[in-house]
């Protein structure tokens, strides 16, 4: 069955360092949904990416989706503290349902 | 934005006895609901699609006469976990697709979550 995969599991960084989470699927997606879980929350929807290529930003938050539609990644700049969170990427394939990676653990040093 | 609430949002049971968890979407009507389990620093996993007014559709491997789902109405469903077993402690959490508005950006509204704990 349909796969997503992301990487790393886990990410520490400086206050003010980028940080990147890779989002892979063993097939090709129609769209592609990010969102942001805090710790013993829930998960917030971020955004969702449905074009070949498309790029897409809010502020220091920068996704994109690749050509063949079965890769994303969301990039960081300059991380805050508020940033802290598990960022979980979903890909959906036709109508069928949404799969969701293991998500990546953002800790940061302040 | 659309807004699901989840209860409780912990519950702690002795083994044997089941527990209810309600869903239920606040300010929109919610056709579909899903619910999923999450393990300790894992990823979300999808037990079951709930369906207002028919049966629930389970993932592959989801024993559907353990975990119950009904959905009576277009603002809640419920999920209860019969006997629950120490294994089944987990953080379930529902989500649905919100209102006409959210419905074309395609992304899901989460519940709270509840944390089970079976002793």
């Known amino acids: 069955g349909q796969q997503v995969m992301q990487i790393p599991q886990y990410q520490h960084v400086q206050e003010g360092e980028d940080f990147t989470t890779y989002c892979n699927s063993s097939?090709?997606?129609?769209?592609i949904q990010w969102y942001k879980q805090r710790p013993g929350g829930h998960p917030v929807f971020l955004i969702q990416?449905?074009?070949?290529?498309e790029v897409k930003k809010q502020k220091r938050l920068t996704f994109q989706f690749g050509e063949a539609k079965k890769n994303s990644s969301l990039h960081i700049t300059s991380t805050q503290t508020t940033d802290v969170g598990t960022y979980l990427c979903?890909?959906?394939?036709?109508?069928?349902?949404?799969?969701f990676g293991q998500g990546t653990r953002l800790t940061i040093n302040p | 934005g659309a807004v699901v609430s989840q209860h409780p949002s912990w519950v702690i049971c002795k083994s044997g006895t089941s527990v209810k968890i309600e869903c239920r979407s606040l300010d929109f009507q919610a056709t579909t609901m899903f619910w999923y389990r999450q393990f300790p620093k894992q990823s979300l996993m999808l037990m079951a699609t709930s369906n207002e007014g028919s049966k629930a559709t389970y993932e592959q491997g989801v024993e559907k006469d353990k975990f119950l789902i009904n959905h009576a109405s277009l603002t809640l469903s419920t999920l209860t976990v019969t006997s629950a077993h120490p294994e089944d402690s987990s953080f379930y959490i529902c989500?649905?697709?919100?209102?006409?508005?959210?419905?074309?950006?395609?992304?899901?509204?989460f519940g709270e979550g509840s944390r089970l704990t079976v002793l």
């Open positions: 979903a890909g959906r394939r036709g109508a069928q349902k949404l799969v």
């Open positions: 097939t090709t997606l129609s769209n």
């Open positions: 989500s649905a697709r919100g209102g006409q508005r959210e419905w074309n950006t395609g992304e899901l509204f």
């Open positions: 990416l449905v074009k070949s290529g």
